[in-house]
């Protein structure tokens, strides 16, 4: 009898722990119930423009965002000849923008000896005085305006001939031609600079063309401004301009003519 009295509390004891057991199993843990209760996290803004910078990043080296292409004018591939005109030319155009910023944000000071500086100065405009600096970088200031989409146009060899680009009085336009895609993106730049220069009419004082880089006035590469060479006449080289720009963005001059 004792046995039994024993094991019916036994019974009862093991069920009201399943039971209790049971009721715990079905109550959410303070964790989960905190999870479900507590508000959303509004989104970190900068996070979210942090993530977008790091996408933006992550794209190919050379490859632009397509909705940040622009359509150029006239640049379809049957006046081209290529079928991606329009991300060249703007690829071109936004490294031409930075040569020429990274330009203007030097010279707004005086130069310190051996510096990059200091050497693309006298590489490309000799010597030039405070003043004269001022004068360039307000050239700089010219050629930056117009290097927007709304200034380009695409030509065929039918109309440029053997050019690679060229500025146009008669329609205040750079005409970009067929021997231009070829080339890579420093030289674009360079040359989009330099026709830049011919709409801001740096050369207006001069009759016919200033020496191009390569010319023996003007030697590529490593080579200091021959001694024939004045302050006053690279002022008024288009090439002066594209390539002193090239030279300080690049933190080196480059080998290359383009022209």
């Not at 057991?21 to 989960?32: K, L, V």
């Not at 117009?146 to 001939?161: D, E, H, K, T, Y």
């Not at 590529?220 to 004045?230: I, K, L, R, S, V």
Request: charged share 20%; with cysteine; glycine share 8%.
């Amino acid at each position: 009898m004792l046995d039994t009295v024993e094991q019916v509390a036994a019974t009862k004891q093991a069920s009201t722990g399943a039971r209790a057991t049971a009721a715990r199993a079905r109550q959410p843990s303070t964790m989960a119930r905190a999870a479900r209760v507590a508000p959303a996290q509004p989104e970190d803004p900068l996070a979210g423009i942090l993530a977008r910078a790091v996408r933006q990043r992550a794209a190919p080296a050379g490859v632009l965002q397509r909705q940040a292409i622009p359509h150029y004018r006239d640049c379809v591939p049957s006046v081209t000849g290529v079928p991606n005109a329009d991300e060249l030319l703007e690829q071109a155009r936004l490294r031409a923008r930075e040569y020429v910023g990274a330009a203007r944000r030097a010279l707004a000071s005086a130069p310190a000896a051996g510096t990059t500086y200091a050497v693309a100065l006298a590489r490309h405009f000799v010597a030039p005085t405070a003043a004269d600096r001022a004068t360039i970088r307000g050239h700089y200031d010219t050629i930056l305006a117009g290097l927007r989409v709304n200034n380009f146009i695409c030509n065929s060899n039918a109309i440029c001939g053997g050019e690679q680009a060229a500025w146009h009085s008669s329609d205040d336009l750079l005409h970009i031609c067929r021997p231009f895609w070829p080339m890579g993106r420093t030289c674009r730049a360079i040359i989009l600079i330099h026709e830049g220069a011919h709409d801001a009419d740096v050369d207006a004082a001069i009759a016919g063309h200033s020496p191009n880089r390569g010319d023996p006035a003007y030697p590529a590469g490593n080579h200091a401004a021959p001694g024939t060479e004045t302050t006053a006449g690279r002022m008024q080289n288009p090439d002066a301009y594209a390539f002193f720009a090239a030279h300080i963005w690049r933190g080196t001059d480059t080998g290359v003519t383009c022209f």
